[in-house]
């Protein structure tokens, strides 16, 4: 099924990223624009962006392209990231919180492939009569930049997770399913449309999950992202450059097992500011949408040091 989305929105994105191509000749798009990179799109796939110097394009005047929490990033990285969150479960019968920790580092080999190494570690918190547990995780990304040009960006993932076998979900004796998880993600400066600074952001991507599972225990799922950023600051202010606020809508949908069709929404107020040059504070709060729901809230906190 997931080939069937992914053939549709690389079909959507075919249209824009043909019409962004340069219409004047290149010498002259050059010297309107020196330190713009050249445009990667899907028609110079194998031509264009192998093996040239990595970097990330700037917009002056425009939406920065920028990763958030939720959505899956569009574009190649370099950089240090860490990732905190704490889930509560008031309401839950068996976990009463959850925190959770991950750090990782991406490297941008050219403009066209990244490499993200990821460890992670959680704390699973029972409610009182309850058994705790806690464990540790990895993952491997693959991103290939499919398309980078002035205002759009699309990008494909491709990601692998490790079990944690130290936490136990509810109703399963022991976790040992590996996560494989491809995604489209994309994103749009709408400053053309009058939205100065503001960036819509979109990611869809099925997850697959590999190893033994209880009868009726999902094996499929999918999982999409809808964000809207406003960037208030001009990136060079100091200590609060590029300052953005920003709402994600996040979804997932069972594809199979016990409760097929069943949806997970929540929705993500956030923030997210350059303190000093190169380094990022982002926060922000899941709040669930459906009910019921799994969890109450989920505070999230994440640093990023781009080199």
Known sequence: MMKHYLTVLLLFICVPAYAEEPSAPVSQVQSAAPAQPSNLTLFNFFTEGWGEQWTHRETPGGAPDMALLHVQTNFLEREFRFDYYGQHNLSNDSTRTVQFGDALIAYGL???????????????????????????????????????VPGSSYALNFRVTSPNEGIVPS????????????????????TS?????????????????????????KHRDLVYDLSLAKTWTEPTVKCFGNFTTFVEFYNTTNLDGLETGANAANVTPGFRVTLFPKNVLMGGIDLPLNTPHDFNETYRLTYIINF
């Not at 990821?118 to 029972?126: E, R």
């Not at 998880?181 to 709408?190: E, I, S």
């Open 171 to 190: 109703g399963v004796q022991n976790n040992k399913d590996t996560t494989l998880f491809p995604a489209l993600a994309g994103w749009q400066d709408l």
């Open 110 to 148: 050219d403009r066209r492939f990244m490499l993200e190494v990821v460890g992670n570690y959680a704390w699973k918190n029972a409610a009182p009569g309850g058994t705790s547990s806690d464990g540790s995780s990895g993952a491997l990304v693959g991103r290939v930049q499919l398309v980078d």
């Open 193 to 217: 449309c009058g939205l100065k600074r503001v960036g819509l952001y979109f990611s869809l991507g099925e997850e697959e999950y590999v190893g033994p599972t209880k009868a009726g225990q």
